[in-house]
């Protein structure tokens, strides 16, 4: 760590901070938000390096607090094996070294997803589909998972769509976070990417994002989690639309 500037090592705690803040209050968006602000200043490889440890405490905390894992595993296993492949498979994009792909991919999808979530209706998944259309959603979320770093599309819309209770869901939520972190990992490990020497700073990050969660848990006593969300939206599709056509300039 070395390399590793003062400056850099507090901008990682303010980030991961503020992401965890916005995970606070929406129950989402930590990994999105880390990506975005860390992806726009270092390498995407270097930025999913970093948010795997916070990633992975934040969202298995969220998984095995909900009341039925064993009934939400049987039903998503599918599209859970099919986000293991796909983030698997991605991941090579991000560890070719093409940051320029990389990031404007990365901006995309941000870009798209805070349109969709600013904009569209809820949709609804009929049961007699779930079964095929579950490993389709997990395959794709993987694929963009490997080469951006974002879990949220279209795994988030798609388990919104299910129709489950709010505990439900937030615990599936919980389970898709979950399994693309540790698909990450293994997909950055497999092609002998994974940068060891940022692994204390990813371990470290754990403190900033909790104390972020602890305290967007209090913002959202106190504020609209409404107005708050419709803010981060636009935030952050502004940043990735930058990311996106960075590449033009």
Do not use: C, H
């Amino acid at each position: 760590m070395s390399d590793v500037s003062i400056s850099m090592v507090a901008t990682i705690a303010v980030t991961f901070f503020v992401a965890g803040i916005v995970k606070g209050v929406t129950g989402m968006g930590l990994p999105t938000v880390a990506m975005a602000v860390l992806g726009s200043l270092i390498s995407p490889l270097a930025a999913a390096t970093l948010l795997i440890v916070p990633s992975f405490v934040t969202n298995a905390w969220q998984l095995f607090a909900g009341p039925s894992f064993s009934s939400i595993l049987r039903r998503l296993w599918p599209m859970m094996l099919a986000i293991i492949a796909g983030t698997v498979l991605g991941s090579s994009f991000m560890a070719s070294g093409d940051t320029v792909l990389t990031t404007a991919a990365l901006g995309y999808a941000l870009a798209l997803y805070s349109l969709y979530t600013l904009f569209a209706r809820q949709l609804s998944v009929p049961m007699k589909i779930e079964r095929w259309m579950s490993p389709f959603i997990g395959a794709a979320t993987g694929l963009i998972t490997g080469v951006t770093g974002v879990f949220t599309l279209p795994a988030v819309p798609y388990l919104q769509a299910l129709g489950l209770l709010k505990d439900d869901l937030i615990q599936a939520l919980g389970l898709s976070f979950t399994i693309s972190t540790i698909a990450l990992a293994a997909g950055i490990g497999a092609q002998g990417a994974f940068q060891l020497d940022r692994m204390t700073l990813s371990v470290l990050a754990v403190i900033p994002s909790l104390a972020g969660m602890w305290a967007g848990q209090i913002i959202r006593d106190r504020i609209g989690a409404v107005a708050f969300r419709r803010g981060f939206l636009v935030l952050l599709f502004l940043l990735g639309a930058e990311m996106a056509i960075r590449p033009l300039f």
